[in-house]
DNA sequence: TCGGTTGGTGGACGTATGTTCACTGATGAA
DNA sequence: TTCATCAGTGAACATACGTCCACCAACCGA
């Protein structure tokens, strides 16, 4: 699976410059609006499992039937979702990996780099915080196991930085659980953030930084032999 | 307001012995069947939201038109469940002050006694974990209210018991946010975990214990010149 | 005892939903 | 050029929804 190429911020089935796509790449791009679709709607407060499948080819430009053509029906929409999330969440991982962890102010920069990743990717993180814990337990348990991936993925890396050697693999995948949990809180706090208010914002992050250096703080004293009992 | 008293699992209006009571008291009957469907129809995997009024009057054993002499819209009913979730906090957080701390396996004694608790108001700690990331804004940040104002209680009731004189005020209620956070959404894992399953939850419960007992630890060495930089 | 108040009823309405079906017109391989 | 394929269409369906209305029966103060 590869990801999608977003056309623009409002994406209808009917685009200007569609007759002249083969037919593979049509039926991409309107598989891409219905996605879209869900995700605007769901951006402007509705939740996943509320979303309606007229609804959705409403502000996708397509006719009812034409869903029918991509999908089973909502669900498995929801589920491409998840996928799709859970690329998203690779990516940041990815280029976090790529650009190395900086020496100075770790913490700082790292909830500043996140922070603004999580607002590049307001419609994925807002799917993924709304639904972990609320919608149906299908997609809920889908996004678990993205999420624990994640986290797996995350620890593997945290362990090579050598950051806590005195961690065994289960306590620092414990520790990068606790930080996981607590950044995607945060990111619903991020996004329900009204803009133009710096100083909210700014003690907003002054409070995700500090629970943070709280965690490392723990997780840097850890000795396994003693805490465990 | 006061807290309501359940009748049994499945509350419906039409009670056996609701003719000699008086009108008042009938009332509040149906009233509460109304909430209970609402909590009934979430405990079988619904997100509040995507339920409908005809759908509670159903399961109430009620006339939907009924519900209108109760609630303008299923978001009053919805608003209703959060003050009824937030008492049910503050209840677990006076019981608690009750019993005292635990002076020896303080945090392990807690996340039992919490866990026993969470199991036994299951309906109302499904709503607010599921709803506090997930539906409504309205609710949403409603429940977001009654969160912070937990937070800040139990900052009260930590602050007393002295455990963290290192502490300011206000790193002392970002280590109770942490926790907070961190056991809402411990919660969810609660509520999911299937019965019988020995095994796992003695594994779950670990889990939740050594994330807490990190979390003492960074606060127990919180040096508040030192780490706000 | 009377009569206003009130909680619950049943029917009706317009509208929205999910799903079905036959159809169309462009695509792209033969 | 021919022709099967197929993404998208439009009408129709049964069903569900929220809301309104007139009505009823019981309660409770007078």
Known sequence: ?????????????????????????????????????????????????????????????????????????????GLVLVEESGLTLRRMLREARRAGAPVKDMIRRSVRVYKAFVLANRLHFLFVAGERSGGSPVIRSAIRNEVDQFINEMTQDVRHLAIFPNLSPEALRRV??????????????????????????????????????????????????????
């Open 176 to 229: 990068c659980e606790l930080v996981v949990n607590t950044m995607l809180h945060a990111a619903t706090d991020v996004l329900d953030l009204p803009p133009g208010d710096d100083a909210l914002a700014q003690a907003q992050e002054d409070n995700h930084v500090q629970q943070v250096r709280l965690i490392f703080l723990g997780a840097s004293l850890w000795r396994e032999e003693i805490e465990r009992g």
């Open 1 to 77: 699976m590869t990801a999608r190429s977003r056309s623009g911020p409002e994406m209808t089935a009917g685009n200007d410059d569609d007759e002249l796509l083969p037919r593979g790449q049509r039926k991409q791009r309107t598989r891409d609006a219905l996605i879209d679709a869900a995700l605007q709607l769901m951006n402007e407060g509705r939740s996943f499992n509320s979303l309606g499948l007229r609804e959705i080819t409403r502000v996708a430009g397509v006719v009812p039937t034409s869903f029918y053509r991509h999908f089973k029906d909502t669900n498995e929409l």
